[in-house]
């Protein structure tokens, strides 16, 4: 009798444990993402607004926004496509000037408002994995890998922060969509899509994943990017012409990381790849990572069921896939989003992030060590040997995806939404 009471004992007290390490757990890992974020943002001199892609293509749209001027932001927008990461950091560079400090401190508030929103996505996504009884482990190493993935340091220090935001969301868009939540899908997809131009790939899967509620989605994501746009032809079209084309107009360098690294040619003191891929080689990217979206549609009504949330988080890191291996110049931050993307969906799929975390290190090493040799082709087979297992991993989640069971069903996420009243 005593041993039976002993084992209700233990059976009624292991749920309030669980509770309190659960309790626990969440303001640890948010303590960690924001002092990982401030350490990162922190991170760089005065050489990141006196020197570099920020001070050129970014700081004078900033300082002429923050100063009221709209006219000169509107003529001075980076000619990378990406005046709408600047509209979206300004709230936070603003409050730099707030506290009476200068370029410097309102980059490094800018910089930490787009990485929070990324830990935040981790969170967000640690957080799910927790009520799906995903291992403590796994939980910890993607937020990990959202706050603090090497590609996230070059990227503030080249003066990029926009990347990380706009990989945090088109996966949130994606996320929302699953849950239900089109209007709000909808404006994070319009804030990715003049985030910066390669937002347009998320389009496809967020309008995938809830086909429904295709009209909701897109009222709030078309005001916002109709907004942008007719904001930009008013004041200044020669810019808004000029920031559209300009990302394929600009001196590029070839590097091995990339699908056309052969036939890249010396030209002066630097390789550079052919013009033709230089002019279209982004355009082929999103053309297809459109037509697998198409495809992945076609399926579904053949089948008459809509996608999963796995195919079309699938179907959102193939495209940023696409875009990394047919980038005729490419970075290390610009693997970012595919990392991010690629975990949101091995989260779904194989409830696990540890392709993503192997890849996150074969790349940093390719980017960082092997970059350095003097021969690039084992940095250049080693990029193929992560990046096209990786897609067919993709393409083979797409295509076996079924009728309606993926986890945002059976997702705590969606089952309180569709409990809501």
């Given at each position: 009798?005593?041993?039976?009471?002993?084992?209700?004992?233990?059976?009624?007290?292991?749920?309030?444990?669980?509770?309190?390490?659960?309790?626990?757990?969440?303001?640890?890992?948010?303590?960690?993402?924001?002092?990982?974020?401030?350490?990162?943002?922190?991170?760089?001199?005065?050489?990141?607004?006196?020197?570099?892609?920020?001070?050129?293509?970014?700081?004078?749209?900033?300082?002429?926004?923050?100063?009221?001027?709209?006219?000169?932001?509107?003529?001075?927008?980076?000619?990378?496509?990406?005046?709408?990461?600047?509209?979206?950091?300004?709230?936070?560079?603003?409050?730099?000037?707030?506290?009476?400090?200068?370029?410097?401190?309102?980059?490094?508030?800018?910089?930490?408002?787009?990485?929070?929103?990324?830990?935040?996505?981790?969170?967000?996504?640690?957080?799910?994995?927790?009520?799906?009884?995903?291992?403590?482990?796994?939980?910890?190493?993607?937020?990990?890998?959202?706050?603090?993935?090497?590609?996230?340091?070059?990227?503030?220090?080249?003066?990029?922060?926009?990347?990380?935001?706009?990989?945090?969301?088109?996966?949130?868009?994606?996320?929302?969509?699953?849950c239900d939540r089109p209007l709000l899908a909808g404006a994070l997809l319009g804030a990715a899509v003049i985030n910066k131009p390669w937002g347009v790939l998320a389009v496809g899967p967020v309008l995938l994943c809830a086909p429904s509620r295709a009209r909701r989605i897109l009222?709030?994501?078309?005001?916002?990017?109709?907004?942008?746009?007719?904001?930009?032809?008013?004041?200044?079209?020669?810019?808004?012409?000029?920031?559209?084309?300009?990302?394929?107009?600009?001196?590029?360098?070839?590097?091995?990381?990339?699908?056309?690294?052969?036939?890249?040619?010396?030209?002066?003191?630097?390789?550079?790849?052919?013009?033709?891929?230089?002019?279209?080689?982004?355009?082929?990217?999103?053309?297809?990572?459109?037509?697998?979206?198409?495809?992945?549609?076609?399926?579904?009504?053949?089948?008459?069921?809509?996608?999963?949330?796995?195919?079309?988080?699938?179907?959102?890191?193939?495209?940023?896939?696409?875009?990394?291996?047919?980038?005729?110049?490419?970075?290390?931050?610009?693997?970012?989003?595919?990392?991010?993307?690629?975990?949101?969906?091995?989260?779904?799929?194989?409830?696990?992030v540890a392709v993503s975390l192997a890849a996150t290190f074969l790349l940093t090493l390719d980017f960082g060590r092997l970059n350095e040799a003097?021969?690039?082709?084992?940095?250049?087979?080693?990029?193929?040997?992560?990046?096209?297992?990786?897609?067919?991993?993709?393409?083979?989640?797409?295509?076996?995806?079924?009728?309606?069971?993926?986890?945002?069903?059976?997702?705590?996420?969606?089952?309180?939404?569709?409990?809501?009243?």
């Open positions: 009798m005593i041993r039976r009471e002993a084992a209700v004992l233990v059976t009624r007290r292991a749920p309030a444990g669980r509770l309190r390490t659960a309790s626990l757990e969440v303001p640890t890992l948010a303590l960690c993402v924001a002092v990982i974020a401030a350490s990162t943002a922190w991170s760089g001199d005065a050489a990141q607004v006196a020197g570099g892609d920020y001070s050129r293509e970014y700081e004078p749209a900033m300082s002429a926004l923050l100063n009221g001027h709209l006219g000169a932001f509107f003529a001075t927008l980076p000619i990378d496509g990406a005046g709408g990461s600047v509209l979206l950091r300004a709230p936070f560079a603003g409050l730099g000037r707030l506290l009476g400090g200068d370029q410097l401190l309102s980059f490094r508030l800018g910089a930490l408002a787009c990485l929070l929103a990324l830990g935040a996505l981790g969170l967000w996504l640690a957080g799910d994995m927790r009520r799906r009884g995903i291992p403590l482990a796994r939980r910890a190493g993607l937020v990990a890998l959202f706050a603090a993935a090497p590609a996230l340091l070059e990227a503030v220090s080249l003066g990029h922060p926009e990347e990380p935001l706009g990989a945090a969301l088109c996966v949130a868009a994606v996320l929302l969509a699953a009222a709030p994501a078309s005001a916002i990017v109709g907004a942008w746009l007719l904001s930009c032809a008013l004041v200044a079209p020669a810019r808004l012409l000029s920031s559209i084309h300009g990302a394929g107009s600009g001196a590029f360098v070839a590097h091995p990381q990339d699908l056309w690294w052969p036939l890249a040619h010396m030209q002066g003191l630097y390789p550079v790849p052919p013009a033709i891929l230089t002019a279209h080689a982004r355009e082929l990217a999103v053309a297809l990572a459109l037509a697998a979206a198409v495809a992945l549609a076609a399926r579904a009504l053949r089948s008459r069921t809509p996608p999963t949330t796995q195919a079309c988080l699938a179907l959102l890191a193939f495209g940023f896939a696409l875009r990394c291996l047919l980038e005729p110049s490419a970075h290390g931050y610009y693997q970012l989003p595919l990392l991010v993307a690629l975990a949101a969906w091995e989260v779904r799929a194989r409830r696990s003097a021969t690039a082709l084992p940095s250049y087979l080693l990029y193929l040997s992560v990046l096209l297992p990786i897609c067919a991993l993709l393409i083979a989640s797409m295509l076996g995806a079924g009728p309606r069971r993926a986890a945002s069903a059976s997702s705590p996420l969606t089952r309180a939404r569709a409990a809501g009243p």
